[in-house]
């Protein structure tokens, strides 16, 4: 059965750093790669969606990759700001299975 | 503008009550999912759906029941025999296929009292 486990589970550091998010998947057959983030009390808004045909996809100050070979997906914040503090979600494969999420906290 | 909205934010239900959560979407999507998150937990699976009339449980299926039909509606009965239901619930859609992503209502925060 497909598991997902994202490192670091959470993560607080100062406005303007620079940020990598990891995510791993037990099964490589990946489809496609979604990216959310979840504010507390509040349902999914999508960040990035790297389908099965693509590598990479960028939204602004964020860049997501994906190796399905590996099973690895990364999610790269830029500049961070204190508006990026939230859950972070890396749904895959045909059925979305989540893990816990990663909790970031930008500090202004 | 086309989403998906979650109704009730927030519903309390008594010992025994079976409660139903409404799901709607107007972005002509296929499938349909519901998904319950407890604190500090992932996101996990109780159904979905891929096309009008038809369902498969999912990971945490008992002690709820679905219905799919009409495409745009997937209404969630949470009964008597869930034994804690406390929690989020969340409702996503997509379309069917490999290369399309979710999208997600803003939830239903379930309490029992």
């Known amino acids: 059965k497909q598991e997902v486990t994202q490192i670091p589970a959470a993560l607080s550091v100062p406005e303007g750093e620079n940020l990598v998010l990891n995510c791993s998947f037990t099964d490589s057959a990946i489809y496609n790669l979604q990216w959310f983030r979840q504010d507390p009390g509040k349902g999914l808004t999508s960040l990035l969606l790297i389908q099965s045909s693509q590598r990479e996809q960028t939204s602004g100050r964020l860049n997501a990759s994906l190796d399905k070979s590996s099973g690895r997906s990364t999610l790269y914040i830029a500049a961070s700001q204190p508006g990026d503090s939230a859950t972070y979600l890396c749904?895959?494969?045909?059925?979305?299975?989540f893990g816990t999420g990663t909790r970031l906290k930008v500090l202004a | 503008d086309g989403g998906i909205t979650q109704s009730p934010k927030y519903l309390f239900r008594k010992e025994g009550q079976n409660v139903t959560l409404s799901c709607e979407q107007n972005?002509?999507?296929?499938?349909m999912y519901w998904y319950r998150q407890d604190p500090g937990q992932g996101l996990r699976l109780i159904y979905y759906s891929q096309i009008v009339n038809d369902f498969q449980k999912g990971d945490i299926a008992e002690g709820y029941s679905v219905s799919r039909e009409k495409k745009e509606s997937f209404p969630l009965t949470v009964t008597s025999a869930q034994k804690n239901p406390t929690a989020f619930y969340l409702c996503?859609?997509?379309?069917?296929?490999?290369?399309?992503?979710?999208?997600f209502g803003s939830g239903t925060r379930l309490t029992v009292v």
């Open positions: 996503a859609s997509s379309i069917e296929g490999d290369n399309y992503g979710y999208t």
């Open positions: 749904p895959g494969t045909y059925k979305y299975i």
């Open positions: 972005l002509n999507h296929d499938a």
